[in-house]
């Protein structure tokens, strides 16, 4: 039989992520604070005697990082719900790949205990920060100019005061007001 008459065989998802670690040089216990885990948690993923997981938010989470898509896990069941797609996030993903930036690296580029929001923030789960410090950290690592930040800041604080009930629109002067001293207080106005 030729290698190309031999059947494809699926990669086990433990052979996958552990394959993952050896080429990219990460060591378990920092990709356990990545994907949000415990160190004891990685070991048993890696180990293909026990059944690999299948909990969604750890499979995403493990997929985001490995920069591949979660449907590349056999066990990944695609959830009901639609994920929302953020223009800030995709924005983000862009300038990573714009500037050859893995996910990994871009991890490293933050403290740890920051790595798994990261994830979190570019698997879709939860929104850019409002804290324009952390936003403006994210942006750092990525060169992105201080108008572009501000842009991404203003944009998320009109989501929240309207997710919070207020109506932008009848309230324009005190919403145009409020961010006319946001541009001055971080020298854009």
């Not at 993952?20 to 993923?45: P, Q, R, W």
């Not at 403290?111 to 929104?127: A, F, Q, S, T």
């Not at 952390?134 to 572009?148: F, G, H």
């Amino acid at each position: 039989m030729s290698a190309k008459d031999k059947p494809i065989i699926q990669q086990k998802s433990s052979e996958k992520v552990a394959k993952f670690l050896e080429d990219n040089g990460i060591h378990k216990k920092d990709f356990a604070e990545m994907i949000g885990v415990t160190l004891s948690y990685v070991y048993n993923l890696i180990d293909d005697a026990i059944p690999f997981s299948t909990r969604t938010t750890t499979l995403e989470r493990i997929a985001t990082v490995m920069e591949i898509e979660p449907e590349e896990f056999e066990e990944y069941k695609i959830p009901q719900e639609p994920l929302l797609v953020d223009e800030t996030v995709e924005f983000l993903k862009d300038m990573m790949k714009e500037k050859n930036i893995s996910t990994v690296n871009f991890l490293k580029a933050f403290p740890r205990k920051k790595r798994l929001e990261i994830v979190d923030i570019l698997r879709g789960n939860i929104p850019i920060p409002i804290d324009y410090k952390e936003l403006s950290m994210i942006a750092q690592v990525l060169d992105i100019d201080k108008e572009d930040i501000y842009t991404m800041w203003e944009k998320r604080m009109k989501q929240v005061l309207e997710t919070n009930g207020m109506n932008i629109y009848s309230n324009a002067a005190l919403v145009n007001a409020m961010f006319d001293c946001a541009k001055k207080y971080i020298d854009l106005g």
